[in-house]
């Protein structure tokens, strides 16, 4: 037997069909409004878990951006103490050549003794240099001096390491300890006790003292060459992490996107779709709704 | 013999006839709209003709009618439909409660955004590397416990509103226990009184359809069963008589929830609820107590770099240790001192409001002593005897690094989170495996739900299609019985006119 259709089915039915076109287009609807075709957990529970992971990696990298930031600065401006400490020894190398000219008085000792004195404190300063009110030399012990003016050559930095953190797992160390620039105070080379000696031996113009000093200052100036280079080295490296923390964020964003955004066109041109079927259930629906015998009965 | 007005007779029954027809038609139209309205229809029979068989018949031949009658009127129902809509109406009821439960969740954990829980902890994560940069400063050691509180807010305001949907979710079943019993209460009344008008003869056509009507509405929220006995319907769900003929014994939340934990209920919004309440809801409770009390509590093992003060010596190489979470971490590091004040270990970074072992996302909360100061946040794990004092080192980053690197170190999870599938990972893995349950779980009752609706609305269609008003149908019935009506009108009419001619026009021949 064929169906028996009543005015309340195809009612119900034209409801259920509109309400049907209804939530699509308001899906599409709410994808454009936020531009995203992942609003909830349920829109794509797979996805939603990737989601999360690039948010957060994302937010991670962001602080990791700062870190290098920060990290970069504090490189650049060992390298430009390290310059200064470099240019001052080479001026000591100037002197020291010059002290042993045999041709000197002793008053022209004396008066590059004075220079060198002065170097010997200025170098204390270097040594003691400070950066946002850290001490840059003294290792870990960055609230204390490493260098003690008065006795310098017998002072010791502290030789720990700062590390920084420029990825998950990924740490560098990014200070130099005085006693890798200076030595240390048992080091034969440190550079304060080599100061002091040649101003001593300028003082007592005793030319083999003088000449066994130079010899420390230059095994010293080679440390301090290798010292710099390795800062450059660093600085090299926190760039190159610097370049694939970029790259690292790219790629994430755009997984991101994929994950997270709605493909405009494609949901401009779903959504057309769905409004124009919705309208033409609507104007059916008022066609088959008001029709029925008693329109036609005299 | 025949009677003179024999026929008089046969024209009135069916003039009443038709009329009763048109009447039952004009009721119909009038009810198309009426929800649970089953179309009526007169049934209509030959009455019994005279000179029925017999001992004291005549002689005549033949049997002559004598018009028609009509014995009842009755329902077009079929119950088969009935039991079938209420199946799918009870599917219907669970799932779009689930369904409703779930999607509520959804907005409580309001992920992807840039608001929820994960946010927080990621700024809790990098609060500690940017203390790491400046580890001396108390800047940084404010931000830390700025976000600690964020973070200990946002787990004690997740759980808040868990534990409101759950309050909400009883009101709903209280609210519901006694729906049903007003409705149970109801049925009872029409059973008497259909048992009442059924003991004369009648069809109580629209009582029976209202009672149908409300074990409609029951049936989406309990699965009830139904058996039409002398007394009217016996309603029951699993062993609860909701209504026993005439009686509605109704039931109270304790006897429904004892009934759903014996495996009695079945679907229907109740199901619905107390899975929500019970289950679901419970499940997301206890997976993100599990995660809070991981974070604070649960065991990771971490290498100490070199140089680090652990347990009162430096150490000369890496050393691997397990501690007890963050608040494990945190003890192995140092405030910072002045000498000749000792350098202080510290202490717990989280507690817990009532004093307990176990960290739940309800009482977590962050130290007082933090919260009082934030020079109590340590960063350095290495102390140093420096002129005969011991001191901390304050450039010493050891413990802010860690504690950064404790968001992609693996925790182990208490074994009431392997619901989750997850024993071991990081906090974050927990986190979007968590929400990714979320997700799969609601879709999944989405989906459940729009099904079932279609099925409701389909078989709920095909009911219509059998007890539904067709408009067309009645008027071109209305226009039948009319013209039924008038032929009888001429009928008798033509009776009347043979009538007059032998009354008036007979006996006077030649006049």
């Given at each position: 037997?064929?169906?028996?259709?009543?005015?309340?089915?195809?009612?119900?039915?034209?409801?259920?069909?509109?309400?049907?076109?209804?939530?699509?287009?308001?899906?599409?609807?709410?994808?454009?409004?936020?531009?995203?075709?992942?609003?909830?957990?349920?829109?794509?529970?797979?996805?939603?878990?990737?989601?999360?992971?690039?948010?957060?990696?994302?937010?991670?990298?962001?602080?990791?951006?700062?870190?290098?930031?920060?990290?970069?600065?504090?490189?650049?401006?060992?390298?430009?103490?390290?310059?200064?400490?470099?240019?001052?020894?080479?001026?000591?190398?100037?002197?020291?050549?010059?002290?042993?000219?045999?041709?000197?008085?002793?008053?022209?000792?004396?008066?590059?003794?004075?220079?060198?004195?002065?170097?010997?404190?200025?170098?204390?300063?270097?040594?003691?240099?400070?950066?946002?009110?850290?001490?840059?030399?003294?290792?870990?012990?960055?609230?204390?001096?490493?260098?003690?003016?008065?006795?310098?050559?017998?002072?010791?930095?502290?030789?720990?390491?700062?590390?920084?953190?420029?990825?998950?797992?990924?740490?560098?160390?990014?200070?130099?300890?005085?006693?890798?620039?200076?030595?240390?105070?048992?080091?034969?080379?440190?550079?304060?006790?080599?100061?002091?000696?040649?101003?001593?031996?300028?003082?007592?113009?005793?030319?083999?003292?003088?000449?066994?000093?130079?010899?420390?200052?230059?095994?010293?100036?080679?440390?301090?060459?290798?010292?710099?280079?390795?800062?450059?080295?660093?600085?090299?490296?926190?760039?190159?992490?610097?370049?694939?923390?970029?790259?690292?964020?790219?790629?994430?964003?755009?997984?991101?996107?994929?994950?997270?955004?709605?493909?405009?066109?494609?949901?401009?041109?779903?959504?057309?779709?769905?409004?124009?079927?919705?309208?033409?259930?609507?104007?059916?629906?008022?066609?088959?709704?008001?029709?029925?015998?008693?329109?036609?009965?005299? | 013999?025949?009677?003179?007005?024999?026929?008089?007779?046969?024209?009135?029954?069916?003039?009443?006839?038709?009329?009763?027809?048109?009447?039952?038609?004009?009721h119909n139209i009038s009810n198309a709209n009426t929800p649970g309205f089953s179309r009526?229809?007169?049934?209509?029979?030959?009455?019994?003709?005279?000179?029925?068989?017999?001992?004291?018949?005549?002689?005549?031949?033949?049997?002559?009618?004598?018009?028609?009658?009509?014995?009842?009127?009755?329902?077009?129902?079929?119950?088969?439909?009935?039991?079938?809509?209420?199946?799918?109406?009870?599917?219907?009821?669970?799932?779009?409660?689930?369904?409703?439960?779930?999607?509520?969740?959804?907005?409580?954990?309001?992920?992807?955004?840039?608001?929820?829980?994960?946010?927080?902890?990621?700024?809790?994560?990098?609060?500690?590397?940017?203390?790491?940069?400046?580890?001396?400063?108390?800047?940084?050691?404010?931000?830390?416990?700025?976000?600690?509180?964020?973070?200990?807010?946002?787990?004690?305001?997740?759980?808040?509103?868990?534990?409101?949907?759950?309050?909400?979710?009883?009101?709903?079943?209280?609210?519901?226990?006694?729906?049903?019993?007003?409705?149970?209460?109801?049925?009872?009344?029409?059973?008497?009184?259909?048992?009442?008008?059924?003991?004369?003869?009648?069809?109580?056509?629209?009582?029976?359809?209202?009672?149908?009507?409300?074990?409609?509405?029951?049936?989406?929220?309990?699965?009830?069963?139904?058996?039409?006995?002398?007394?009217?319907?016996?309603?029951?769900?699993?062993?609860?008589?909701?209504?026993?003929?005439?009686?509605?014994?109704?039931?109270?939340?304790?006897?429904?929830?004892?009934?759903?934990?014996?495996?009695?209920?079945?679907?229907?919004?109740?199901?619905?609820?107390?899975?929500?309440?019970?289950?679901?809801?419970?499940?997301?409770?206890?997976?993100?107590?599990?995660?809070?009390?991981?974070?604070?509590?649960?065991?990771?093992?971490?290498?100490?770099?070199?140089?680090?003060?652990?347990?009162?010596?430096?150490?000369?190489?890496?050393?691997?240790?397990?501690?007890?979470?963050?608040?494990?971490?945190?003890?192995?590091?140092?405030?910072?001192?002045?000498?000749?004040?000792?350098?202080?270990?510290?202490?717990?970074?989280?507690?817990?409001?009532?004093?307990?072992?176990?960290?739940?996302?309800?009482?977590?909360?962050?130290?007082?002593?933090i919260v009082d100061d934030p020079m109590n946040i340590a960063t350095s794990m290495r102390?140093?005897?420096?002129?005969?004092?011991?001191?901390?080192?304050?450039?010493?980053?050891?413990?802010?690094?860690?504690?950064?690197?404790?968001?992609?170190?693996?925790?182990?999870?208490?074994?009431?989170?392997?619901?989750?599938?997850?024993?071991?990972?990081?906090?974050?893995?927990?986190?979007?495996?968590?929400?990714?349950?979320?997700?799969?779980?609601?879709?999944?009752?989405?989906?459940?739900?729009?099904?079932?609706?279609?099925?409701?609305?389909?078989?709920?269609?095909?009911?219509?299609?059998?007890?539904?008003?067709?408009?067309?149908?009645?008027?071109?019935?209305?226009?039948?019985?009319?013209?039924?009506?008038?032929?009888?009108?001429?009928?008798?009419?033509?009776?009347?006119?043979?009538?007059?001619?032998?009354?008036?026009?007979?006996?006077?021949?030649?006049?």
């Open positions: 037997m064929a169906l028996r259709v009543t005015p309340g089915m195809m009612q119900s039915q034209l409801m259920r069909n509109i309400n049907h076109n209804l939530t699509r287009m308001q899906g599409q609807q709410n994808e454009l409004s936020t531009g995203l075709k992942l609003n909830k957990p349920s829109d794509d529970p797979i996805g939603i878990t990737y989601s999360l992971r690039y948010r957060s990696e994302l937010a991670m990298n962001e602080q990791y951006d700062k870190n290098i930031a920060q990290a970069k600065s504090l490189l650049e401006h060992t390298d430009t103490v390290l310059g200064q400490v470099n240019d001052v020894v080479q001026r000591v190398q100037e002197l020291v050549t010059q002290g042993l000219n045999d041709t000197n008085p002793q008053s022209g000792l004396d008066a590059i003794a004075t220079e060198i004195k002065q170097i010997y404190s200025q170098m204390i300063t270097f040594g003691n240099d400070q950066l946002n009110g850290k001490y840059i030399f003294n290792g870990q012990m960055t609230d204390k001096q490493p260098y003690d003016p008065t006795a310098a050559e017998t002072s010791n930095a502290d030789t720990q390491q700062i590390n920084m953190k420029f990825a998950a797992g990924v740490t560098v160390p990014i200070n130099i300890t005085g006693n890798e620039v200076f030595g240390a105070s048992s080091d034969g080379d440190n550079l304060f006790q080599v100061l002091k000696s040649i101003q001593t031996a300028l003082t007592s113009n005793n030319k083999a003292d003088l000449a066994a000093a130079s010899a420390k200052l230059n095994t010293r100036y080679d440390k301090i060459i290798n010292v710099r280079s390795e800062v450059g080295a660093r600085t090299n490296r926190v760039e190159l992490i610097d370049t694939r923390l970029q790259d690292l964020n790219y790629n994430l964003t755009t997984m991101q996107s994929n994950v997270e955004d709605a493909d405009m066109a494609e949901t401009i041109m779903k959504y057309n779709q769905e409004e124009s079927i919705y309208q033409a259930s609507l104007s059916t629906g008022a066609k088959i709704i008001q029709q029925t015998l008693v329109d036609y009965l005299r | 013999m025949r009677s003179t007005f024999h026929s008089i007779e046969t024209a009135k029954r069916a003039l009443f006839t038709e009329q009763a027809n048109i009447s039952t038609t004009g009526q229809r007169v049934n209509l029979v030959a009455s019994r003709p005279i000179e029925a068989p017999g001992y004291m018949r005549t002689n005549i031949p033949g049997q002559l009618g004598t018009g028609v009658e009509f014995t009842s009127i009755t329902r077009v129902r079929e119950k088969f439909l009935d039991d079938q809509f209420r199946n799918a109406n009870r599917s219907l009821g669970e799932w779009s409660v689930k369904a409703d439960s779930l999607s509520k969740l959804e907005t409580i954990f309001n992920e992807p955004s840039d608001s929820g829980v994960r946010t927080v902890m990621d700024n809790f994560w990098s609060s500690w590397t940017d203390l790491a940069k400046d580890p001396e400063s108390i800047t940084g050691r404010k931000i830390v416990r700025e976000n600690a509180l964020a973070l200990v807010d946002a787990f004690n305001e997740t759980n808040k509103h868990l534990a409101d949907l759950k309050t909400d979710l009883t009101t709903n079943i209280n609210t519901m226990t006694s729906q049903i019993n007003s409705i149970s209460k109801s049925i009872a009344d029409l059973n008497l009184e259909i048992k009442r008008l059924k003991a004369y003869g009648d069809n109580p056509n629209d009582l029976m359809d209202e009672r149908d009507s409300l074990v409609d509405q029951l049936s989406e929220m309990v699965n009830v069963s139904v058996v039409d006995t002398d007394d009217g319907y016996e309603v029951s769900v699993g062993g609860i008589m909701l209504v026993d003929g005439l009686n509605a014994p109704g039931t109270s939340v304790a006897a429904l929830e004892a009934q759903f934990n014996g495996g009695g209920i079945v679907g229907g919004k109740i199901e619905g609820l107390i899975v929500s309440r019970d289950q679901i809801i419970t499940d997301y409770q206890s997976q993100l107590d599990a995660m809070v009390d991981t974070l604070a509590n649960g065991e990771i093992t971490i290498t100490l770099p070199v140089g680090s003060t652990y347990q009162g010596t430096n150490l000369t190489e890496e050393q691997t240790v397990t501690v007890k979470g963050i608040n494990g971490l945190h003890q192995l590091g140092y405030l910072f001192n002045t000498p000749p004040a000792t350098p202080q270990q510290a202490g717990d970074i989280f507690v817990t409001s009532d004093g307990s072992a176990t960290f739940t996302a309800e009482n977590i909360r962050l130290s007082q002593t102390t140093e005897v420096l002129n005969g004092a011991s001191e901390t080192i304050k450039g010493n980053n050891t413990l802010a690094n860690l504690m950064a690197g404790l968001k992609d170190t693996k925790f182990q999870f208490s074994p009431v989170a392997s619901q989750n599938g997850i024993a071991s990972g990081t906090i974050d893995e927990f986190y979007a495996s968590m929400i990714g349950q979320l997700g799969l779980q609601s879709q999944e009752a989405d989906r459940q739900s729009t099904n079932q609706q279609d099925i409701v609305t389909q078989v709920d269609s095909r009911r219509q299609s059998v007890s539904g008003v067709s408009l067309d149908e009645e008027m071109s019935d209305l226009i039948k019985y009319q013209h039924a009506y008038s032929a009888a009108a001429r009928f008798m009419t033509a009776i009347d006119e043979t009538l007059d001619k032998v009354i008036n026009g007979m006996g006077v021949v030649g006049r």
